[in-house]
């Protein structure tokens, strides 16, 4: 299973919210979350993504995972668990014994290729809970088309 996550936020602190796509070896959808986090920094949220994609694909029984962050940091926890705030940290450790029953990876994507979760992390700011959903919603629907197709996608400002 692989899924990308990504992180939002306005203002650092500010509202934040992550987001996650799970997708299987053909690239097809599995499913995905979005989820408001409150108040926090751009590190929370990027680590929170991460925490809550493993915690999913634990209970999920998804036994071969492959997360993919535009967060460097996110990465570099993995190394070093004194990068998680504090307020994680013990959902972190958690989560790293959960790897241990698991074949898993965590790499770093650059934020132009991780469009669709950051989409969808920015659509979270906008509400107040979390969101489960079994097909993708219509927003994100035609960039995943295109990432499956090996299509670029082009930012621009």
């Known amino acids: 299973m692989k899924c990308n996550t990504h ?5 650092n602190p500010g509202p934040t919210a ?3 796509i799970f997708r299987n070896n053909h690239g097809e959808s599995k499913g995905g979350f979005a989820a408001n986090l409150g108040i926090a920094n751009a590190l929370f949220e990027e680590i929170m993504g991460v925490i809550l ?3 999913i694909a634990y209970y999920g029984n998804w036994d071969h995972l492959w997360i993919e962050s535009d967060s460097k940091l996110a990465t570099l926890a993995l190394k070093s668990p004194i990068i998680v705030p504090w307020e994680l940290k ?3 450790l958690n989560c790293m014994r ?3 029953s698991m074949q898993f990876i965590l790499t770093h994507i650059y934020r132009e290729d991780n469009h669709y979760a950051d989409k969808l ?3 979270r700011l906008t509400v107040t809970n979390f969101i489960w959903w079994q097909s993708p919603l219509v927003v994100i629907r035609e ?3 295109r990432n ?3 299509l670029p996608n082009f930012r621009f400002c």
């Open 7 to 11: 992180g939002a936020s306005i203002g």
């Open 18 to 20: 992550c987001a996650c």
């Open 53 to 55: 994609a493993i915690e």
């Open 90 to 92: 013990n959902r972190w």
């Open 98 to 100: 959960k790897l241990n």
């Open 121 to 123: 992390a920015n659509l």
């Open 143 to 145: 960039d995943l088309v």
């Open 148 to 150: 499956r197709l090996g």
